[in-house]
């Protein structure tokens, strides 16, 4: 069977589509850009630096993916002349401020207009699982246009009006209606699909003339019955009364008796008299949010503050991160089940491919909907990676809320259900327990990616799901080491299709799995065969961006030494890559591996779409000089290789300031090139230290307090631990 056109990718198949980037400039001069300064690597760190600015200039999107991603590696570096962050803190402070959140609670993902719920991932589409839509307008539907070309209605045959006349039919915002009758309604023409790939009904549209008091609200018919049936009504939101069109999305998935073959919808307005209402179009959707979105945003806006130190965006958001927040402990049951356990339609973690005694195949429309970045992948149901997730945003969200306790000149707005920092630290530490102990496979050594509604754990040897988990403190010491030994080749695991030193095989960071896998996708990527082993990122491929997070659980696991010798050997290969041209040269040389990007299907990510690629550089601020945010300063914890006698990090923001980081065994030195007249806050590692700088030196006890530091431009305090 061949795979259906529009499954692309693994990941975000459709780059071209993807949310500008800062500004879309090329990448900064070497001199208007950070510096990361190791004596004797020169060579070694000039590469670093200049993978550094390849990936910065783009690294952008509205899109609730990459929230934890992209702020953290641009949220910090001071770029041109005066330095500075603030064109990446202003995008990301208007992207946090205006990202939508619904009623309920969900954070909406924000990717592009797509052919399903519209708060939620653009596909599965309507489409591929054999629903139906109708409009009345395609104006802005690039997507719908591109792969499912489709002609406006020019009529309403078919349909079914009561209480309303048509007033006409628009190219832009489709059928119009004047709504004449206090009960009004549109009912679609017959159809047939399953309520399993109808989870929701979808509506694009708008009124004007709308009284406060019209209430709307959605109807349908199952096979077999005639007629409406009274009391079976779900009530939706009023279209907005402004004249702009809106989408709503109806859970009718919900109803108890909401199953068999749906046969029609129908809306109806009450108290509408003398509106005017536009239809734009109304589709059935599968259910394509993710339960990333609000555990993104968290962790995203959490970040921002922390190395903004924003009070005004603080006061604005607060309550929205903390809604976020209370929405997926909710809906997930976490509190419960101390993981993330997902609820929704499609999403259970169960496969969409079925295979019969001889082989045959069986594609089952609506399972195994993706649910994070690996889109392809049925994610679901008790989901490891989402629990991973959930549990750095437990803790970066008790910080936050321990800063807001101790800091009451902030005047932050009372909350009416406020979060203890100590009851999330608790829950993170509940969390840990149970991911260490559920998805622990005790037969491979390393962790699955989720467990189905079915109880089925499921283990493609997930080197993402495995070296993420690490970087954020999931694990214990002994699951980090059979971890570590299984990507270094120490032992094998058998039945893997890459063992050995074949799991590094693309040299810049492992396969995102090591076992082949032709049977565990969501039903619209259906001939996986098709394509050979690591020919597909979520397959035996690799991303480049997540080599940040092998570097970090290295560090953790094995030491800096490590780490740095892995770093060197991405380096090497970047090295080759550049001379040779850049990735889509170096990569036309046949036996290289496929790049994917800006639509077709491949092996390797790293560039277009590929934003996350910025994150490999930020090892060396958050990985080796042990650097971590905080309003009005920074916490510096450096792990040095043994082989880098000193690091040095140039111009990093923290709040308004901009400061050179150096670190080498038992001293911190920063540099001033940027102040804003306040004070710094420094977190040393604890013990005892002499600081030199402006004025005398004197001694400084680091036993949890900062350490605070007034600068003038070109100041420089080192700080020198005493071991006496």
Not at 362 to 386: E, I
Not at 563 to 577: K, M, N, T, Y
Not at 628 to 652: D, F, M, N, Q
Request: proline share 6%; charged share 25%; with cysteine.
């Amino acid at each position: 069977m061949k795979p259906p056109r529009l499954a692309l990718s693994s990941t975000v198949f459709l780059g071209l589509l993807i949310a500008s980037a800062i500004g879309g400039e090329p990448p900064a001069a070497p001199g208007d850009f950070p510096r990361f300064v190791v004596p004797g690597e020169e060579p070694a760190m000039a590469r670093l630096e200049e993978l550094f600015r390849l990936h910065h200039g783009r690294a952008a999107t509205n899109c609730t993916l990459w929230d934890s991603w992209l702020p953290h590696a641009t949220l910090w570096p001071a770029v041109g002349n005066p330095p500075s962050a603030q064109a990446a803190r202003d995008y990301y402070r208007d992207a946090f401020l205006t990202r939508r959140i619904d009623d309920e609670g969900y954070v909406a993902m924000q990717q592009h207009r797509g052919l399903a719920h519209s708060e939620g991932w653009p596909f599965p589409t309507f489409q591929q699982a054999g629903g139906t839509g109708w409009y009345f307008s395609t104006a802005g539907e690039g997507y719908l246009m591109d792969y499912f070309p489709t002609k406006a209605l020019t009529s309403t045959d078919g349909w079914e009006l009561r209480g309303a006349v048509v007033e006409g039919i628009t190219p832009e915002l489709g059928l119009k209606l004047r709504i004449t009758d206090d009960a009004a309604s549109l009912a679609t023409p017959e159809f047939a699909c399953k309520t399993i790939v109808a989870p929701y009904v979808r509506l694009e549209w708008g009124a004007e003339g709308l009284g406060e008091g019209a209430k709307a609200s959605l109807s349908w018919r199952l096979q077999g019955e005639e007629g409406w049936k009274a009391d079976r009504r779900i009530a939706m939101a009023a279209p907005p009364a402004t004249g702009t069109q809106a989408f709503a999305n109806v859970p009718v998935y919900r109803d108890p008796g909401y199953d068999g073959t749906l046969t029609g919808v129908r809306f109806q307005l009450d108290g509408a008299k003398g509106a005017v209402v536009t239809l734009k179009s109304i589709i059935t959707a599968i259910d394509t949010r993710h339960p990333i979105t609000n555990i993104n945003f968290v962790r995203g806006s959490d970040e921002y503050f922390a190395w903004t130190t924003d009070l005004a965006f603080l006061k604005a958001n607060v309550g929205r991160t903390r809604e976020a927040l209370r929405y997926a402990l909710r809906e997930f049951g976490v509190r419960e089940h101390h993981l993330v356990r997902v609820p929704w339609a499609g999403h259970d973690g169960r496969t969409g491919l079925s295979f019969g005694p001889n082989g045959e195949k069986t594609l089952l429309h609506g399972t195994g909907v993706g649910n994070n970045y690996w889109d392809l992948l049925p994610f679901g149901g008790d989901d490891g990676l989402a629990t991973i997730y959930l549990y750095d945003a437990l803790r970066r969200h008790a910080d936050f809320e321990a800063w807001i306790a101790e800091h009451p000149e902030w005047a932050i707005p009372a909350d009416a259900e406020p979060f203890a920092d100590d009851d999330l630290r608790d829950l993170a530490a509940k969390v840990k327990a149970k991911f260490d102990a559920t998805f622990w496979n005790a037969e491979t050594g390393r962790f699955a990616g989720w467990i189905d509604r079915d109880g089925k754990a499921y283990d493609y040897g997930f080197v993402f799901v495995n070296t993420e988990a690490l970087a954020y403190g999931l694990g214990t010491a002994d699951q980090a080491r059979s971890i570590y030994d299984w990507l270094d080749g120490r032992r094998i695991v058998a039945g893997d299709t890459s063992q050995g030193a074949d799991i590094y095989h693309w040299r810049f960071g492992p396969r995102s799995t090591t076992r082949r896998n032709v049977d565990t996708y969501g039903w619209v990527w259906s001939a996986p065969e098709q394509i050979p082993w690591g020919g597909q990122v979520q397959d035996g491929g690799a991303v480049l961006g997540f080599s940040y997070y092998d570097l970090l659980a290295r560090i953790r696991t094995n030491g800096a030494d490590d780490a740095w010798d892995r770093l060197r050997v991405i380096l090497d290969w970047f090295g080759e890559v550049q001379a040779e041209g850049g990735y889509r040269a170096y990569y036309a040389k046949p036996d290289r591996g496929t790049l994917q990007g800006g639509g077709p299907a491949g092996g390797l990510g790293m560039d277009q779409e590929f934003m996350e690629s910025v994150l490999v550089p930020q090892v060396m601020l958050y990985g080796f000089l042990g650097v971590e945010p905080r309003p009005g300063g920074l916490k510096i914890a450096p792990k040095l290789p043994t082989k880098v006698p000193s690091l040095t990090v140039t111009r990093v923001q923290a709040g308004g300031h901009v400061v050179d980081l150096a670190a080498e065994p038992d001293r911190i030195r920063l540099t001033a090139r940027v102040v804003d007249g306040s004070e710094l806050a420094v977190w040393l590692p604890e013990g005892r230290w002499t600081v030199e700088g402006p004025g005398q030196p004197h001694t400084f006890a680091s036993e949890g307090e900062p350490l605070k530091l007034r600068f003038r431009e070109g100041d420089t305090y080192t700080c020198r631990r005493r071991h006496d």
